[in-house]
């Protein structure tokens, strides 16, 4: 049952992001569009959704378990960069691409699909579990990830520390730490106040997805489908990664599958999008970022099911 709703999400899912496609190639959408929409959603409404779902809820994680997902979050990273620096030497990836392959590997869609997900099959408190794993990711994405697809030109470690700072001064961070503090002292269920930021925060979803189909839609799909190393990887990204982590940490998470699900199912998402925008920045190769992802977020609508069903 757990695979056929979940399976059947993101088929919903991935219909709204063929709309962001149709309305990419009849140009009701563009960059100048795209840009202001996705400024919007993690601006403002991705925001909303975080804090609204503290006070929403009447039954939240105490501090102990709060404390034991931001652990485990972390842990998890330090698996997929060891994941992420084994695979190329596997594969035998070209020398020239490896940076912007280790960066597909490590880092998932948390943001635009990972909550959506993880609340359509945990419900609405597994939100602020993805907030508090979106606090790691953000320092690493901003720092780590762009050495990876910048090479020597990602700036000086100085520069990168600056990236960092900024990271953890985004409104996705800031919301999620907010979201945290406000578990912590018991700050919920707020009706008003957060059936408001609910309704903001509605919003999240199909503007996300638009915006993924709107941007798929700029890549030649023959030449998407060309490329047998980018299916290798996507493969990793969304099978091997969550699998290795359902390995190490069914071992330590016991009796509480949403704890579990978040560090599996959310860092087995598919090729984080901002990847794309950090290869037009430094310099990165914006052809094999763009032909991961894609393949990638094909590939997630078998295995974010699958893992679904096995944990839920």
Known sequence: MVFESTAMQMIVMFVAMAMGYLARKTNVM??????????????????????????NSENLPGAQTIGMVFGFSCAAFVVMFLIAFVIPFVLRLPVDKRGVYRYAIIFGNVGFIGIPVLSSIFGPDAVLYVAILNIPFNVFVFTIGIM????????????????????????ATLSSLLAVVLALVGITHVPIIGAALETVGDLTVPAALLIVGSSLAKMPLKRVLSNPHAYLVALVRVAVVPAALFAVFSQFIVGDPMMLGVIVITNGM???????????????????????TFISTVFSLLSIPLFAMLIA
């Open 148 to 171: 990876f697809i910048a090479g020597g030109e990602g700036g000086t470690v100085k520069e990168r520390l600056v990236q960092a700072g900024s990271a953890l001064r985004s409104p």
């Open 270 to 292: 598919p090729v984080a999008t901002n990847g794309t925008l950090f290869c037009v920045r430094y310099g990165g190769d914006l052809e094999a970022m763009t032909q991961t």
């Open 30 to 55: 563009n960059d100048d569009f795209d840009r202001g929409l996705s400024d919007l959603v993690l601006g403002i409404t991705l925001p909303c959704m975080i804090i609204g779902s503290v006070l």
